[in-house]
T-cell receptor
Framework: AQSVAQPEDQVNVAEGNPLTVKCTYS??????LFWYVQYPNRGLQFLLK????DNLVKGSYGFEAEFNKSQTSFHLKKPSALVSDSALYFC???????????WGAGTKLIIKP | DSGVTQTPKHLITATGQRVTLRCSPR?????VYWYQQSLDQGLQFLIQ???????AKGNILERFSAQQFPDLHSELNLSSLELGDSALYFC?????????????FGPGTRLTVL
């Protein structure tokens, strides 16, 4: 079965430090991978996606993600965290059989000043 | 602002009741998706409509139904409500019917069932 895992419920990072939010997936065929962010009391916002091409994908707000086929991972990264990056981050993978997105449980990112 | 609107923002009702949530997609978007977000279940895909037709079904209960109208707005009907239906309900829209498209989410409707 297709699945996506975000192994960390919460990630704490000091402002100015690099951040990584982890995502691993299991899907047959070539994966479509997505990251979305949810700020408090708001809907989800698209950050970036990988469908094909370069393994390093650049997205909104200075975020990027690296697709690693051998490790079946799609970790979200940012070189220097901002307090305003504090939010809930969701990884998602397209299930090619159902043609639907399978969503991770979300990772709460807390950036401390 | 994503361009997706949802009404109402908040809804408080009693068990056994029926409610209707409304969503207007971004201008030009033909697909509408409904999601339920709760603390214990996380984000669950319910159903997708594309240009008025049901396109994909997720974990939608039989007590729930949806439709997309000719003007492309969509409604999610929840009936025989239970305490466990209390959640945030999101609508999202995208240009096409395929799941490779970016989805634009509305602000959500918070449903509280007492």
């Amino acid at each position: 079965a297709q699945s996506v895992a975000q192994p960390e419920d919460q990630v704490n990072v000091a402002e100015g430090n690099p951040l990584t939010v982890k995502c691993t997936y299991s899907v047959s065929g070539n994966p479509y991978l997505f990251w979305y962010v949810q700020y408090p009391n708001r809907g989800l916002q698209f950050l970036l996606k990988y469908i094909t091409g370069d393994n390093l994908v650049k997205g909104s707000y200075g975020f990027e993600a690296e697709f690693n086929k051998s490790q079946t991972s799609f970790h979200l990264k940012k070189p220097s965290a901002l307090v305003s990056d504090s939010a809930l981050y969701f990884c998602a993978v397209r299930d090619p059989q159902l043609d639907q997105l399978i969503w991770g449980a979300g990772t709460k990112l807390i950036i401390k000043p | 602002d994503s361009g997706v609107t949802q009404t109402p923002k908040h809804l408080i009702t009693a068990t056994g009741q029926r409610v209707t949530l409304r969503c207007s997609p971004r201008s030009g978007d033909l697909s509408v998706y409904w999601y339920q977000q709760s603390l214990d279940q996380g984000l669950q895909f319910l159903i997708q409509y594309y240009n008025g037709e049901e396109r994909a079904k997720g974990n939608i209960l039989e007590r729930f139904s949806a439709q997309q109208f000719p003007d492309l707005h969509s409604e999610l009907n929840l009936s025989s409500l239970e305490l466990g239906d209390s959640a945030l309900y999101f609508c999202a829209s995208s240009v096409g019917e395929r799941w490779g498209d970016q989805q634009f989410f509305g602000p959500g409707t918070r449903l509280t069932v007492l």
